[in-house]
């Protein structure tokens, strides 16, 4: 028999005095799988974080109110970059000198927009009222926008009505373009186009009347007119009030050529009466038509 040194039956000693487990029996290995296929199976708690609502409203409140601020700075940015210039009521007339040369004689009562880069890189103005044009030319078209149509030259003479009843252009030296949303006109010297608030779709084209245009040349040119139109150019041009009694009166025409001499409001009261088989009566601050 094989003798063990010291060192070796030390070992065997401390070897003999380990504990072994034993194997789990086959029972208990199938009560471990399933108490581990119960854990798996049960849902997993998924911790959630709640937004408080203010919170929730804030990012789109925030995106609404940077677009509405858009939306109002625009027209606002606009309007510091526009020149307006306006012509009250009463006989005297304005002239607007542009930076291409251009002068613009205004009516009464009119109104001339225009951006302050005018001339930069375009020529365009807005007209509501009336203006007498003396275009000069230059590198781009010169343009007029209205309510009802749109004007385009390049160096010409012409006048140009935007009023309430309606518009019209006439030509006293060159040519010009009208467009309005259904038809194109180039006008020569001496031509005339009316379009009215009722059928703005229709451009009437005609010859210009002697005098024209007859408040720059201090003319009230009545060729066919009625009334009510005559008398609403009376109130700018002498900044007074006429009243009519009824429709009648409005759309009573008259024609022919009326001198409008700054202070001979009477006399022109006199030839309408004459023409028109009316008269006028003052009562407070403004005339009644009888």
Same mark, same amino acid.
């Given at each position: 028999m094989l003798?063990?040194?010291?060192?070796?039956?030390?070992?065997?000693?401390?070897?003999?005095?380990?504990?072994?487990?034993?194997?789990?029996?086959?029972?208990?290995?199938?009560?471990? $799988? &399933?108490?581990? /296929? &119960?854990?798996?199976?049960?849902?997993?708690? /998924?911790?959630?974080?709640? /937004?408080?609502?203010?919170?929730?409203?804030?990012?789109?409140?925030?995106?609404?109110?940077?677009?509405?601020?858009?939306?109002?700075?625009?027209?606002?940015?606009?309007?510091?970059?526009?020149?307006?210039?306006?012509? +009250?009521?009463?006989?005297?007339?304005?002239?607007?000198?542009?930076?291409?040369?251009?002068?613009?004689? $205004?009516?009464?009562?009119?109104?001339?927009?225009?951006?302050?880069?005018?001339?930069?890189?375009?020529?365009?103005?807005?007209? +509501?009222?009336?203006?007498?044009? &003396?275009? &000069?030319?230059?590198? +781009?078209?010169? /343009?007029?926008?209205?309510?009802?149509?749109?004007?385009?030259?390049?160096?010409?003479k012409f006048n140009v009505r935007s009023r309430e009843d309606g518009f019209e252009i006439g030509v006293n030296e060159g040519e010009v373009k009208i467009e309005n949303k259904t038809k194109s006109i180039d006008l020569k010297k001496g031509e005339q186009v009316d379009i009215s608030i009722n059928q703005p779709k229709i451009l009437s084209v005609s010859k210009v009347s002697n005098f024209y245009p007859g408040w720059k040349n201090n003319k009230l040119i009545c060729d066919n007119s009625s009334l009510e139109k005559i008398c609403k150019e009376l109130e700018r041009r002498y900044a007074i009030k006429i009243v009519f009694q009824d429709n009648l009166q409005k759309n009573t025409t008259i024609s022919g050529i009326i001198d409008l001499s700054p202070n001979n409001l009477d006399s022109v009261l006199s030839s309408i009466s004459l023409l028109s088989k009316r008269k006028f009566k003052l009562q407070g601050d403004s005339y009644i038509l009888l």
């Open positions: 003798k063990l040194t010291k060192k070796e039956k030390l070992i065997w000693d401390l070897c003999s005095k380990i504990e072994h487990k034993k194997a789990p029996s086959k029972q208990d290995v199938w009560m471990r $799988l &399933e108490q581990q /296929i &119960e854990i798996s199976a049960q849902p997993q708690k /998924i911790k959630t974080y709640k /937004i408080p609502i203010f919170k929730r409203t804030l990012l789109p409140r925030l995106i609404t109110a940077f677009f509405i601020t858009i939306l109002i700075s625009i027209p606002i940015i606009k309007m510091l970059n526009t020149v307006n210039i306006h012509s +009250s009521y009463g006989h005297k007339t304005k002239t607007v000198s542009l930076n291409d040369g251009t002068k613009v004689h $205004l009516n009464a009562g009119t109104t001339l927009s225009y951006s302050k880069n005018f001339n930069s890189t375009s020529r365009e103005v807005t007209l +509501s009222g009336e203006a007498y044009f &003396e275009v &000069e030319k230059g590198s +781009s078209p010169f /343009i007029i926008s209205t309510n009802l149509a749109k004007v385009t030259v390049l160096g010409t």
